[in-house]
Structures are given as C-alpha cells and as structure tokens.
C-alpha cells in the first residue's frame, strides 16, 4: 500500500472511531445511572481512564515505542475494543458494579495512552513518506477530522438515545474501534535501530520550542472548563438552560473547521511558537468577551473565533514535534503532548465546579479568559530570548504543495 493509501486508512479509521466515541459520551453515562442508581458512578469510567494516561511517562516509555506498525495499533484496539464492551455486556447481565466500571476504565486508559499517541506518530511517519510536509499536513487533517465528529456526533448520539438505542450505541463504539484497528494492519512500520526508548522529558532536551507550546497549551486545557461548564450553568443560572453552551460549542465547531480548511497554509508562513501564542492569547480574549457579553449570538461569535485559530495553535505545536523530531523521540513527544492535554484538562475540571459556584459563571469566563491570554504573551516574550533557529522555527518546505 503507498503512502497515500495508509494516509488515508488511518485518518478514516481513526475518524470513524473517534466519531463513534461521541455516541458513547452520550449514552455512557445514562446507561451507568440506569443500571446502577447511583449519579457519583456516572463519571468512573472517565475519571479511572485518565489515570494511566497521566501515569504514563513512566510505565509507557517503552510501551508506546512497541506502537510503531498498523498491526501493533490493531493489538491496541482489540484491548480498547473489549474494555468498551464490558459496560454493555455487564449491563445486559445485569452485572454492573462500581468495581468493573473502574477496571474498565483503567484498560481505556491504557489504550488511550497507547493508542492515540501511536497513531498520530504513524500518521506522521507516513506523511515522511509520502513527501516533505506532508506529515503536519497530515495531523492537521486528523485533528479537523476528530473535530467535524464533535461537532456531528453528539447530537445523532442524542437522537439515538431518543430513539431508545442507548445500549447500542456503546456497542457501536466497541465495533468501531475493533474496525479501525484492523483496517490499519497492512501499514508497516518504520523502524530504527538501537531500540531507544527515551523518557519524554530527555526528548525535550533542545526542543524549548515544544515545552513552551505544551505550557500554552496546558494552561488553556485547564481553563477550559470555563467555557464548558461555565456556559452550562450560565445558562442554568438565566432560565434557558443548553442554550448558552449549545451556542458556545456550535460556534467553536464551525469556527474549528473553517480553521482547520487552511491551517496548513497559516503555519508554514508563520513562525510556530509566535503563531502558537497569538492563537491562545486570541482565545483568552474570547473567553473573557463571552463573560462580559453574554448574549448568545455574541458567545457563539466569539466562540467561532476562538476555535478558528485554537486550530493554528495546535497545529502549529504539531508542527514543531514533526519537524525537529522523528522516530523514537517523535513517539516520545507525541505520548508527552497527550499527557500534558490530558492531565491539565483533568485538573481543570476537578477545580472547575469549585470555582464557578465561588465566583460566578461570568467572572469566571473573564479569569480563564485572563489568565490564558497573560500566559501566552508571557510565553512569547519569553520565546524571544531564544536562539535565532528556535524563535524561527516554522513550517517552510518550498517543495511541499498543500
């Protein structure tokens, strides 16, 4: 299979699995209140999930390099698969306790960890091979992929759970994993010698570049719950409860798929880190117009905005990964990211409720909003005293066509 081929098979395979994990996010946790009474079990699974993303910089680091061929990702999704399944199968017989719901999320753990940082890393060792800049190219498709399904999912998800499929659809997803890993079976791995397998923090030795973006980064996953959880009870507190949310994230979706149209034409004529800093610093001032103006036609606007250039932001971060890294490193980077995203959202969340009843929904918009903004230009000041080559970094391949 050529290297379009493959390209083509991981960005369909891995849309349509993660496409099927909004279903879930849906129907998992009606079907856990269902089954089990209890409102506290509703979020085991997720929150058992994210503990061995965020343990593993230490128990993956080898791990994640045995990820490097399509038929090792397919080994991955037969275990994410199974432990999709055990919600459904327990709930059927009738079996489901806070005890499996905890095993279960734990083994989604696992493969989360494995799995989603291993398939970005193929993708991208594809893209070397198919041609200069075309491995960004490639993660940058993927992430407006994931996001066409956050905008598309949840609603048939809910449409299905009105339909009476709640069950099914948590079946849906365990099939769909199952199907995405197999499809990628005949992409092969590009191995090196040496069998390095190096922590995430000796692959951010000389990349600066990449810290400084995950710090970005992490500090606007963990205000991020301003915006979700913030709009909900805005909208709770004004007596139009899904209405100022629903605003919000419809705007943030069209805003990130336009973004994501001709994200790779902004970040090969733009420095990344700077491009990486303007874009949350812009985003930050979204948050914190949303909190001062609060109709929902002014939130979905800004809310379209701020997802437009997250995209360039991220992508751009992406693009410095790619471009001063490969193999083994590149493995290592990618797992680091995906922690850092994935435990700074998770801090943000368990203050997230505190806050917002200690403050309000509104001023806790403008604070996010702030904070996330003063990070980014405190970044990208410090970003200047950097060498020449770092602070230039960008995606510039002259024979690259996109």
């Known amino acids: 299979m050529r ?10 395979s891995g849309g349509a699995a993660d496409f099927a994990m909004r279903f879930t996010q849906v129907a998992l946790p009606l079907v856990i209140l269902q089954e089990t009474g209890s409102v506290a079990a509703t979020g085991l699974v997720g929150g058992a999930a994210g503990v061995p993303v ?18 090792r990702l397919a080994l991955v999704a037969v275990v994410t698969a199974a432990a999709l399944a055990m919600v459904p199968t327990a709930a059927a017989l009738g079996l489901l306790t806070p005890g499996l719901l905890v095993a279960a999320g734990l083994l989604l753990g696992c493969g989360d960890a494995l799995g989603t940082p291993g398939r970005t890393a193929l993708l991208a060792d594809v893209g070397d091979r198919w041609g200069p800049g075309k491995a960004i190219q490639l993660l940058t498709w993927q992430d407006g992929v994931r996001r066409v399904g956050m905008m598309i999912g949840p609603l048939l998800g809910a449409m299905a759970v009105a339909a009476g499929l709640t069950n099914g659809m948590l079946w849906v997803e365990a099939v769909a994993v199952l199907v995405a890993g197999i499809a990628c079976l005949g992409i092969r791995a590009e191995r090196r010698s040496g069998g390095e397998a190096p922590s995430i923090r000796a692959s951010l030795v000389g990349r600066r570049e990449v810290a400084l973006g995950w710090l970005v980064r992490g500090t606007s996953c963990i205000t991020w719950f301003a915006f979700t959880l913030g709009l909900s009870v805005l909208g709770a507190e004004r007596g139009r409860p899904g209405v100022y949310v629903a605003a919000g994230i419809s705007g943030y979706g069209v805003g990130a798929v336009l973004g994501t149209l001709v994200a790779v034409k902004v970040i090969r004529r733009l420095p990344a880190l700077p491009l990486a800093c303007a874009s949350w610093a812009v985003v930050g001032l979204c948050w914190t117009g949303m909190g001062i103006w609060t109709a929902p036609p002014a939130i979905a606007a800004m809310a379209g905005l701020a997802g437009m250039v997250i995209v360039w932001g991220i992508s751009a971060i992406s693009a410095v990964i790619t471009q001063s890294s490969d193999g083994a490193d590149r493995r290592a980077l990618l797992s680091g990211q995906t922690v850092v995203v994935s435990a700074s959202s998770s801090v943000g969340l368990l203050v997230g409720g505190s806050v917002i009843g200690a403050v309000g929904a509104q001023h806790t918009l403008i604070g996010a909003g702030l904070l996330t903004t003063l990070v980014a230009l405190g970044v990208s000041y410090s970003a200047r005293s950097m060498p020449k080559p770092g602070r230039s970094a960008r995606v510039s391949t002259p024979s690259a066509r996109v």
């Open 3 to 12: 290297a379009q081929g493959q390209a083509v098979v991981l960005l369909a």
């Open 54 to 71: 965020m343990l593993s910089p230490w128990w993956g680091r080898r791990a994640r390099q045995w990820v490097d061929s399509g038929a």
